[in-house]
């Protein structure tokens, strides 16, 4: 069974496809939305990490300030859709997880060992079953 994610799964809204059948469009957009905001909420996290181990007192307050307007755009674009949340929340920490790792391996030079990968299969796992039963 393929991984099936429709628009009214993730939208609160009343369904506008006949069941059983995929919006491709809608599932498109939510999942470039919460790509979007994973790609926000960790590189939000990790400007903030570099502002607290920043040396120079000039460029911290900097760094903490477009943190913080990153995880701001974060918390709008994960929250402005009015979807089930609750469902929702199952997929969007997998690519949470995936991004963190690559900006960890990539930015932090931290790259996972064997306990997160094996951690993370079970993520991608669980959002694969709540992505698969409605």
Not at 27 to 40: F, N, P, S, V, Y
Not at 74 to 98: A, E, H
Not at 105 to 119: V, Y
């Amino acid at each position: 069974m393929p991984l099936t994610i429709t628009n009214s799964d993730l939208l609160a809204e009343a369904p506008t496809e006949e069941p059983g059948k995929m919006d491709l469009k809608g599932t498109g957009t939510a999942l470039t939305i919460l790509l979007m905001a994973a790609l926000l909420e960790t590189g939000g996290d990790a400007v903030i990490r570099t502002g607290l181990r920043a040396s120079n007192l000039l460029v911290r307050p900097l760094l903490f300030l477009a943190g913080a307007t990153i995880l701001f755009a974060y918390g709008y674009v994960v929250n402005v859709p009015s979807w089930d949340f609750g469902r929702l929340l199952g997929i969007y920490i997998v690519f949470f997880f995936v991004v963190a790792q690559i900006l960890s391996w990539t930015i932090f030079h931290q790259p996972p060992n064997r306990a997160i990968l094996i951690g993370g299969a079970f993520i991608v796992v669980g959002g694969i079953i709540i992505s698969l039963n409605p």
